[in-house]
C-alpha cells in the first residue's frame, strides 16, 4: 500500500450511513467503484493487515485517494453505484458492454398501419413488439409476416407516391392499401389478427379466421374463403415450427456459466408467452473476481441500464442466487418503476427453459475458453519461428483494393493474444494516385497510420504486408523514417503470394534484411499469418465495394453547384437519362424548365470536362 494515501486519518472520518465509494489511483482515475450498507465498515476491510484475494491486494495497492457519497438507503447506493460504473467504467469493476438498443417490431398508428423493423427511442406513434435479441430476428419475423398478413411494410415516401400497386402485391405479400385494392375494414382486420400473432395469440387468431373462411364458403365466396385457407395452412405451419410457453406474460431465463476468468450469461426472451429468441453476454472481467460480485455486477449494469429501451419483465429466472437480489429488485422498482420478481428455484415449463440457458452458457464458455487457447498456442508458436525475444501483444496487417484502379481503398486490421480486435480496425479511402499504383496506396495507409505516432502509442510488434517486395519495401521505409525517434520498432513482414495464388505457398519477406523464408503449411503459426492475411483483405474488400457503389451510385449532376434534386429530376425526365444530358447542347438545355442560359452553360461544361 502507498505512503501517500493514509487510509487511518481516511477511516476516522468516514460515516456508517449507506452510501457509494470511488477509488482513485496516482493519475486521479478511478479505479473501482463499490456500495455500501455501512460505508465505514466496508472500507475498513479494504485496509486489514491479511487480504484474501490478490485481485483486492492489487486494487488497495494503487489507492491514492478515496470519495464517499451518502445515499439514504442502499437501494439508492445501488442505482447510484450503477450511475457511476456507467460514467468511470473502471478498471477493477466488471463491465458490461451493452449500450446498443435493442430492436424491436412496429406496427405503426397511421391509417394504414405499417410493420417495421424499429432501433432506437420509441417516439413514433404505434405499438411495438419485442425486445429481440438482435436484428436478424426481427427481420425474419417481419418476412414471415408478410407471407402471412398482407399489410404494408413499405416506407411512407414510397407508400404515398403509388399510383398502381407494386411487385409485393402481384406477389401476394401486400394489399395495397395504397391504391386501394382492400377496403378500409379489411384491412384493418389484417392488422388485428396480426398484432395478436405478435401477442403470441396464434390459436386465437387460426380460431378467427377459421371462422371467417366457413363464413365466405357459405356465402360462395369461394376465392376469399380459399386466402383465409391458406392464411390457416401459413399460420398452423409456424405455430408448429415455433416454441411457444404455456406461461403468460413476460419472462428474462438467464443461465450463467463462470470458468478459467470468462463467464457467460446466456439470455433467452419470452414475452407474451412467445420465445423471441436468445443472446449471449460476455462481461469483462477483472482477475480473480468471484462469482457473487460478478453476478451483482452483471444484473446491476443489465437491468438499470434505462439508456437501451429495453422492455423489462414481470419475472427473472436465474440460475444462481447473489447477495443483493431483493436489494435490485427494490432498485428497478425504484429507478424505473416496474415491479420485477427475480426467483432462482422454479419448476416445469420454467425449470426446462432455464436447463436450456445453462447448457447454452456453458457450451459458450467452453468454445470460448478452447479459442483462447488455440490463439495462444498460435502465437507462441509465431514467437518461436520469428524469433522473438518478448511476446506479441499486437499485430497489423495491411491490404490494398480496388477494380482496375477504382475506388482504392486500405485496410489494417488488428489483432491480439485473443484475436481479431475489430473495434481497432481501420480503413484508409486513398486519393491522389495514380489509379492502380498499389506502392502509392500502400505508402499513403502506412503514412496516415503511422503519421503522429509516439512512443506511447499503439505499436504492434509485427506489422504484416500484403504483397510482394515492392510494397514491403515500401512500408520499411515509412517505418524507419516515422521510428526514428521511438526505441520500439515494429517487425515488418511481407506475405508473397504463391506460385498459381495458392493458399499454403506464401513466401514471407522480411522488411530489414529483405531475406526469404516459409513455413510449414499445418503449421499453427502460418495459419494465424493466413488468418490475419485473409482478415485484411475481406476487410478491404469490404470497404472497397462499398466505396465502388456510393460512386455508381452518384449522379455526375450532384456535384454540379446549384443543381438541386428538383433541377435533376427535371433535366433527367426531359432528355430520360444523364447520357443524354451529357450530349445536350446549350440551347437545349435552356429549354428546361428551372434552368437559366447561364446555367444550362455551367451544366454542359462541367459535364464535359
Given at each position: 500500500m502507498p505512503n501517500c494515501f493514509n487510509h487511518k486519518a481516511f477511516l476516522k472520518s468516514v460515516s456508517s450511513s449507506p452510501g457509494v465509494y470511488r477509488m482513485y489511483d496516482k493519475h486521479e482515475t478511478v479505479i473501482y467503484v463499490g456500495k455500501a450498507k455501512d460505508l465505514k465498515k466496508r472500507l475498513s476491510s479494504y485496509f486489514r493487515k491479511n487480504l484474501d484475494h490478490v485481485k483486492t491486494q492489487a486494487l488497495v495497492s494503487h489507492i491514492h485517494q478515496i470519495d464517499v457519497t451518502l445515499t439514504h438507503s442502499e437501494t439508492d447506493a445501488l442505482i447510484l453505484e450503477h450511475d457511476y460504473i456507467k460514467q468511470y467504467q473502471p478498471k477493477y469493476n466488471v463491465l458490461l458492454r451493452d449500450d446498443k438498443s435493442y430492436p424491436y417490431i412496429l406496427l405503426s398508428g397511421h391509417k394504414h398501419p405499417r410493420l417495421a423493423y424499429h432501433r432506437g427511442p420509441q417516439r413514433e406513434k404505434g405499438r411495438y413488439f419485442g425486445p429481440y435479441p438482435n436484428g436478424g430476428a426481427v427481420r425474419e419475423s417481419l418476412h414471415l409476416l408478410q407471407r402471412i398478413f398482407p399489410i404494408r411494410q413499405c416506407t411512407d415516401i414510397y407508400y404515398k407516391a403509388r399510383s398502381r400497386p407494386c411487385l409485393q402485391f402481384q406477389i401476394g405479400r401486400c394489399s395495397a392499401p395504397c391504391v386501394d385494392k382492400i377496403s378500409e375494414a379489411d384491412y384493418q382486420e389484417q392488422v388485428q389478427l396480426a398484432s395478436l400473432f405478435l401477442k403470441g395469440k396464434d390459436q386465437q387468431v387460426i380460431s378467427s379466421l377459421v371462422e371467417k373462411m366457413e363464413v365466405a364458403a357459405q356465402s360462395l365466396q369461394y376465392e376469399q374463403a380459399a386466402r383465409f385457407r391458406d392464411q390457416i395452412v401459413a399460420l398452423r405451419k409456424v405455430s408448429e415450427q415455433q416454441e411457444v410457453s404455456n406461461t403468460s406474460g413476460d419472462m428474462d431465463v438467464i443461465g450463467v456459466h463462470y470458468a478459467s476468468g470468462v463467464a457467460c450469461f446466456h439470455l433467452l426472451f419470452i414475452r407474451c408467452g412467445k420465445v423471441f429468441g436468445s443472446r449471449s453476454y460476455y462481461p469483462q472481467i477483472p482477475e480473480q473476481t468471484d462469482l457473487g460480485e460478478l453476478l451483482h455486477s452483471f444484473m446491476m449494469q443489465f437491468y438499470l441500464n434505462a439508456d437501451i429501451q429495453r422492455t423489462m419483465p414481470k419475472e427473472i429466472v436465474l440460475s444462481e442466487t447473489f447477495e443483493?437480489?431483493?436489494?435490485?429488485?427494490?432498485?428497478?422498482?425504484?429507478?424505473?418503476?416496474?415491479?420485477?420478481?427475480?426467483?432462482?428455484?422454479?419448476?416445469?415449463?420454467?425449470?426446462?427453459?432455464?436447463?436450456?440457458?445453462?447448457?447454452?452458457?456453458?457450451?459458450?464458455?467452453?468454445?470460448?475458453?478452447?479459442?483462447?487457447?488455440?490463439?495462444?498456442?498460435?502465437?507462441?508458436?509465431?514467437?518461436?519461428?520469428?524469433?522473438?525475444?518478448?511476446?506479441?501483444?499486437?499485430?497489423?496487417?495491411?491490404?490494398?483494393?480496388?477494380?482496375?484502379?477504382?475506388?482504392?481503398?486500405?485496410?489494417?486490421?488488428?489483432?491480439?493474444?485473443?484475436?481479431?480486435?475489430?473495434?481497432?480496425?481501420?480503413?484508409?479511402?486513398?486519393?491522389?494516385?495514380?489509379?492502380?499504383?498499389?506502392?502509392?496506396?500502400?505508402?499513403?495507409?502506412?503514412?496516415?497510420?503511422?503519421?503522429?505516432?509516439?512512443?506511447?502509442?499503439?505499436?504492434?510488434?509485427?506489422?504484416?504486408?500484403?504483397?510482394?517486395?515492392?510494397?514491403?519495401?515500401?512500408?520499411?521505409?515509412?517505418?524507419?523514417?516515422?521510428?526514428?525517434?521511438?526505441?520500439?520498432?515494429?517487425?515488418?513482414?511481407?506475405?508473397?503470394?504463391?506460385?498459381?495464388?495458392?493458399?499454403?505457398?506464401e513466401t514471407l519477406i522480411l522488411g530489414e534484411t529483405e531475406s526469404t523464408f516459409t513455413l510449414a503449411a499445418d503449421s499453427p503459426a502460418f495459419h494465424l499469418i493466413q488468418q490475419i492475411r485473409d482478415e485484411s483483405h475481406r476487410f478491404a474488400i469490404t470497404g472497397h465495394r462499398a466505396k465502388r457503389q456510393k460512386s455508381r451510385n452518384t449522379s455526375s449532376l450532384e456535384s454540379i453547384a446549384g443543381v438541386g434534386p428538383k433541377r435533376r429530376k427535371a433535366l433527367l425526365q426531359n432528355f430520360g437519362g444523364l447520357q443524354e444530358v451529357r450530349n445536350a447542347s446549350v440551347a437545349e438545355l435552356s429549354k428546361v424548365p428551372g434552368i437559366s442560359v447561364e446555367m444550362a452553360q455551367l451544366i454542359h461544361d462541367q459535364l464535359r470536362s
Amino acid at each position: 500500500m502507498p505512503n501517500c494515501f493514509n487510509h487511518k486519518a481516511f477511516l476516522k472520518s468516514v460515516s456508517s450511513s449507506p452510501g457509494v465509494y470511488r477509488m482513485y489511483d496516482k493519475h486521479e482515475t478511478v479505479i473501482y467503484v463499490g456500495k455500501a450498507k455501512d460505508l465505514k465498515k466496508r472500507l475498513s476491510s479494504y485496509f486489514r493487515k491479511n487480504l484474501d484475494h490478490v485481485k483486492t491486494q492489487a486494487l488497495v495497492s494503487h489507492i491514492h485517494q478515496i470519495d464517499v457519497t451518502l445515499t439514504h438507503s442502499e437501494t439508492d447506493a445501488l442505482i447510484l453505484e450503477h450511475d457511476y460504473i456507467k460514467q468511470y467504467q473502471p478498471k477493477y469493476n466488471v463491465l458490461l458492454r451493452d449500450d446498443k438498443s435493442y430492436p424491436y417490431i412496429l406496427l405503426s398508428g397511421h391509417k394504414h398501419p405499417r410493420l417495421a423493423y424499429h432501433r432506437g427511442p420509441q417516439r413514433e406513434k404505434g405499438r411495438y413488439f419485442g425486445p429481440y435479441p438482435n436484428g436478424g430476428a426481427v427481420r425474419e419475423s417481419l418476412h414471415l409476416l408478410q407471407r402471412i398478413f398482407p399489410i404494408r411494410q413499405c416506407t411512407d415516401i414510397y407508400y404515398k407516391a403509388r399510383s398502381r400497386p407494386c411487385l409485393q402485391f402481384q406477389i401476394g405479400r401486400c394489399s395495397a392499401p395504397c391504391v386501394d385494392k382492400i377496403s378500409e375494414a379489411d384491412y384493418q382486420e389484417q392488422v388485428q389478427l396480426a398484432s395478436l400473432f405478435l401477442k403470441g395469440k396464434d390459436q386465437q387468431v387460426i380460431s378467427s379466421l377459421v371462422e371467417k373462411m366457413e363464413v365466405a364458403a357459405q356465402s360462395l365466396q369461394y376465392e376469399q374463403a380459399a386466402r383465409f385457407r391458406d392464411q390457416i395452412v401459413a399460420l398452423r405451419k409456424v405455430s408448429e415450427q415455433q416454441e411457444v410457453s404455456n406461461t403468460s406474460g413476460d419472462m428474462d431465463v438467464i443461465g450463467v456459466h463462470y470458468a478459467s476468468g470468462v463467464a457467460c450469461f446466456h439470455l433467452l426472451f419470452i414475452r407474451c408467452g412467445k420465445v423471441f429468441g436468445s443472446r449471449s453476454y460476455y462481461p469483462q472481467i477483472p482477475e480473480q473476481t468471484d462469482l457473487g460480485e460478478l453476478l451483482h455486477s452483471f444484473m446491476m449494469q443489465f437491468y438499470l441500464n434505462a439508456d437501451i429501451q429495453r422492455t423489462m419483465p414481470k419475472e427473472i429466472v436465474l440460475s444462481e442466487t447473489f447477495e443483493g437480489q431483493q436489494q435490485l429488485a427494490e432498485a428497478i422498482l425504484q429507478a424505473l418503476g416496474k415491479k420485477v420478481v427475480i426467483k432462482n428455484q422454479v419448476r416445469a415449463e420454467r425449470a426446462n427453459f432455464l436447463r436450456l440457458a445453462i447448457t447454452n452458457a456453458q457450451n459458450a464458455v467452453e468454445t470460448r475458453l478452447s479459442h483462447k487457447n488455440t490463439v495462444e498456442q498460435r502465437f507462441l508458436l509465431l514467437e518461436e519461428a520469428l524469433e522473438m525475444s518478448t511476446q506479441i501483444q499486437r499485430m497489423e496487417c495491411f491490404d490494398i483494393s480496388h477494380t482496375m484502379g477504382e475506388s482504392t481503398v486500405a485496410s489494417c486490421v488488428v489483432f491480439n493474444r485473443e484475436g481479431p480486435d475489430k473495434g481497432e480496425y481501420r480503413k484508409y479511402n486513398i486519393n491522389g494516385i495514380t489509379g492502380g499504383d498499389d506502392y502509392a496506396a500502400m505508402k499513403q495507409a502506412v503514412s496516415r497510420r503511422f503519421d503522429k505516432i509516439t512512443s506511447t502509442g499503439k505499436i504492434p510488434d509485427v506489422l504484416f504486408i500484403d504483397g510482394g517486395l515492392g510494397q514491403l519495401r515500401v512500408a520499411q521505409e515509412i517505418i524507419d523514417t516515422q521510428f526514428a525517434q521511438i526505441d520500439k520498432t515494429p517487425l515488418v513482414i511481407g506475405v508473397a503470394k504463391g506460385e498459381g495464388r495458392k493458399s499454403g505457398l506464401e513466401t514471407l519477406i522480411l522488411g530489414e534484411t529483405e531475406s526469404t523464408f516459409t513455413l510449414a503449411a499445418d503449421s499453427p503459426a502460418f495459419h494465424l499469418i493466413q488468418q490475419i492475411r485473409d482478415e485484411s483483405h475481406r476487410f478491404a474488400i469490404t470497404g472497397h465495394r462499398a466505396k465502388r457503389q456510393k460512386s455508381r451510385n452518384t449522379s455526375s449532376l450532384e456535384s454540379i453547384a446549384g443543381v438541386g434534386p428538383k433541377r435533376r429530376k427535371a433535366l433527367l425526365q426531359n432528355f430520360g437519362g444523364l447520357q443524354e444530358v451529357r450530349n445536350a447542347s446549350v440551347a437545349e438545355l435552356s429549354k428546361v424548365p428551372g434552368i437559366s442560359v447561364e446555367m444550362a452553360q455551367l451544366i454542359h461544361d462541367q459535364l464535359r470536362s
